[in-house]
């Protein structure tokens, strides 16, 4: 009698913790949950004489007199280490993923030398894709005076936000000079994209009154770790013109609303009125942006998109969930190419000639309703042509996808396609 009550008390006592638990999994998920309206915009009007519009409803302002130079695969860290080490003031550092190996030890020292020569060094990573830096790494960068924080790391106090991930990839110079893309402190970034081990990437080199406002990104997320902010001509100076180019920066995710990020890719998916090319290593697009490049195509857009395919990505699951809506984009006349040979890791859209996104956002949910990213949208012909540039060399050796082949295509492959979407925010 006596092991039957303790059974059934302790049968009651595990259905109410469970109970408790989902309830408290459901408060978080509500509290952090953020709003995802179905998008619409009307405008007959070109991306050219929309920037305004663009900046503004990302919650920017667009800025002329920049000057933007593209750094493609591993030479990019050949200039951005260079400028590190010529850093008089401060440098201010935030990406999602660092591990250890030679290019991370190339950055530590970078980022080392400069704070023992009594330069102020920031350093913000992401606690969950940053977890391959390992205990010596740190030391030696705390050591050598760098102020090293990590974006949610795993405690009780963040149990609301652990999903909550810090994908960012940028660094600002003595508040003059700044880097943004999609280039992680990795071993496979180095190299020129040559073999599976060497992944493909860009970033772009900014000078200009735009470089406040990645400095302005960078303090948000700097500020909500540590509470530390920064004034003054040392972070903040004054920007004179550098060019002609106008840029704006879209990263804020603010309560309640769209983030920044995803408004800015369906308005301009919806504005574009001669062609949209799409370079994405993770393209998962939500049934109202597939609903958006249809459209696009009915009014005569020519849409293309270019990512790994399973066998050059690193994460297969990732591509099997955007295969789920292949079928579905085809038939809506996008055209879809997939680079068999390493990961094409670059974020990139190019609309009409004059127009072009780059930053670190990917193309699915998790960056647009989730992550930290920040992408810039640049008003120039001409980057707009380096990029397609770009993606034209990559296309070359990539395979395109045939309605009918594809929808022949193996059960086993098609059940692998619906099982991963279930999962893809959390892949």
């Given amino acids: 009698m006596m092991e039957s009550f303790l059974g059934s008390a302790l049968h009651g006592a595990a259905a109410l913790f469970l109970g408790l638990a989902t309830l408290l999994g459901l408060v978080i998920w509500s509290i952090k949950r953020h709003n995802s309206p179905k998008l619409k915009i009307e405008s007959g009007e070109s991306i050219d004489e929309l920037i305004p519009s663009l900046a503004g409803l990302t919650l920017s302002t667009a800025v002329a007199g920049n000057s933007v130079a593209l750094l493609e695969n591993g030479a990019f ?3 951005l280490i260079g400028r590190i080490g010529a850093a008089r003031q401060n440098v201010h550092f935030e990406t999602f993923l660092w591990k250890d ?79 943004v893309g999609g280039h992680c402190v990795v071993d496979e970034w180095l190299g020129n994209a040559e073999d599976g081990q060497h992944y493909a990437d860009l970033s772009v080199r900014l000078h200009g009154p735009i470089v406040h406002s990645v400095q302005a990104a960078f303090s948000e997320n700097w500020g909500g770790q540590t509470g530390e902010l920064f004034v003054g001509k040392d972070v903040f100076p004054e920007l004179a013109p550098t060019g002609n180019v106008t840029i ?37 697009p939500e049934p109202e942006a597939i609903d958006a490049f249809g459209a696009a195509v009915r009014r005569g857009v020519d849409v293309r998109v270019m990512m790994p395919s399973t066998s050059g990505s690193d994460n297969p699951m990732v591509q099997h969930a955007g295969h789920r ?6 038939k809506c006349g996008v055209r879809l190419f997939e680079y068999p040979h390493t990961l094409l890791h670059q974020k990139v859209m190019t609309v009409d000639g004059v127009w072009s996104a780059i930053g670190s956002s990917n193309f699915d949910d998790r960056s647009f309703d989730t992550n930290d990213e920040i992408t810039l949208g640049i008003h120039d012909a001409a980057m707009a042509a380096q990029l397609d540039a770009v993606f034209e060399k990559y296309v070359a050796r990539c395979q395109e996808i045939d309605l009918k082949a594809w929808q022949q295509r193996g059960w086993w492959h098609k059940a692998k396609d619906n099982m991963y979407y279930l999962f893809n925010e959390v892949l």
Avoid at 122 to 134: E, F, I, M, P
């Fill in 248 to 284: 704006h920066a879209a990263y804020a995710k603010p309560e309640g609303s769209a983030p920044a990020v995803k408004i800015l890719h369906h308005t301009v998916i919806c504005l574009a009125q001669k062609r949209i090319w799409i370079q994405n290593p993770y393209f998962i």
């Fill in 77 to 79: 860290f050949d200039v």
């Fill in 325 to 330: 809506n292949f079928e579905k984009l085809l």
């Fill in 101 to 179: 190996g030679v290019l991370g030890q190339r950055m530590a020292n970078a980022l080392s030398e400069r704070a023992r020569a009594g330069v102020k060094v920031r350093v913000l990573l992401d606690a969950t894709g940053s977890k391959g830096v390992g205990k010596a790494t740190r030391r030696q960068m705390k050591d050598a005076g760098c102020k090293l924080v990590f974006f949610h790391e795993k405690a009780l106090r963040n149990i609301g936000v652990m999903n909550e991930r810090d994908h960012r990839k940028l660094v600002v110079i003595d508040g003059r000079e700044a880097f």
